[in-house]
């Protein structure tokens, strides 16, 4: 069975930081490229970055420089390091796994999400 299992969500204060994880297990790892995304009340999920397994990342404008995405290959789970964040990066914050491109549209595994609440 396919597991996307998100964690490390929570309530920060604008400009603090939080470390997401995702625990991905029934299948193979490394032929996937990792997404995260996130979406807010009332907005479209929205694309945050993109790891392809030739170790190569995209960010979506609005969290490049403050977000950094990264995998450990020997236990299967993913990270997003948030930095500087803003009220704005308050969303349910999802990872999800793809054997093409990522876009929220067409990811074949989605985890349930993590809330993640910035503060003034």
């Known amino acids: 069975e396919v597991q996307l299992v998100e964690s490390g969500g929570g309530l920060v204060q604008d400009g603090g930081s939080l470390r997401l994880s995702c625990a991905a297990s029934?299948?193979?790892?490394?032929?996937?490229?990792m997404g995260w995304f996130r979406q807010a009340p009332g907005k479209e999920r929205e694309g945050i970055s993109c790891?392809?397994?030739?170790?190569?990342?995209f960010y979506a404008d609005s969290v490049k420089g403050r977000f950094t995405a990264s995998s450990d290959y020997a236990k299967n789970i993913v990270y997003l390091q948030m930095n500087s964040l803003k009220l704005e990066d308050t969303a349910v914050y999802y990872c999800a796994a793809t054997e093409a491109i990522c876009d929220p549209n067409n990811m074949d595994y989605w985890g349930k999400g993590t809330l993640v609440t910035v503060s003034s």
């Open positions: 790891s392809g397994s030739d170790g190569i990342t």
């Open positions: 029934g299948f193979t790892f490394d032929d996937y490229a």
